[in-house]
């Protein structure tokens, strides 16, 4: 007989544990066999449209020090604001991008991806929202995962129009700017202290 539902409880949070790499990254990890490539190392194939970047950044704690056992995914359309998605409806995305990376922090707390600049996307009521692109961090000790997003140091004009950059504490927006330098975005993500990362309840 097929349960209903309204039966089903909430499986209570857990922290991510010391094993973080090895069940999201188990190639990182020596672990080999398990699949050819880990789970989001490559967003990008030949014959990607857009401009190519690499977003690099470091994760720190409270105290400045690099976390380096955590993994940070990231989210985000192509060059034409299209997301790779079944969702997707306004058009058919960059089918040599996939819009979704992962990579497990190093021992200075360094992570890297390379990808695409993404275009702007409809946001609420009617709203556009500036290139940004989504991470979710997660690390032992972190309950559940943090969410926040990176937006381009080169897009000033767009990102004073973000209707989510306009409901930021306006001192706290630089956390959320990346860094552009040529063809690389540099973007630190801090959990606490001064200067921590705006995240987002979603």
């Known amino acids: 007989m097929v349960q209903h539902l309204d039966r089903l409880r909430e499986t209570p949070s857990q922290t991510a544990g010391p094993y973080v790499h090895i069940g999201l990254t188990p190639n990182v990890c020596g672990i080999t066999g398990v699949t050819p490539e880990d789970l989001g190392a490559r967003m990008v194939a030949d014959g990607v449209r857009g401009e190519r970047i690499t977003i690099r950044g470091r ?23 299209l997301y790779n998605s079944p969702m997707e409806h306004r058009g058919a995305a960059d089918p040599n991008f996939t819009g979704f990376g992962r990579c497990a ?20 009521r009617g709203a556009t929202m500036a290139p940004h692109v989504s991470f979710w961090i997660v690390a032992r000790g972190i309950n559940i995962g943090l969410h926040t997003r990176m937006y381009f140091s080169d897009e000033e004009a767009a990102n004073r129009d973000d209707p989510v950059l306009r409901r930021v504490v306006p001192a706290r927006v630089p956390t959320l700017i990346g860094r552009r330098e040529g063809d690389t975005v540099h973007f630190d993500i801090r959990l606490q202290g001064e200067d921590e990362t705006v995240f987002f309840d979603v």
């Open 105 to 124: 922090a190093d021992e200075e707390g360094v992570f890297s991806f390379d990808t695409v600049k993404p275009g702007p996307v409809p946001g609420p």
């Open 59 to 81: 994760v720190l704690d409270g105290a400045g020090r690099p976390v380096n056992d955590c993994v940070v995914e990231i989210w985000q359309a192509d060059a034409a604001g």
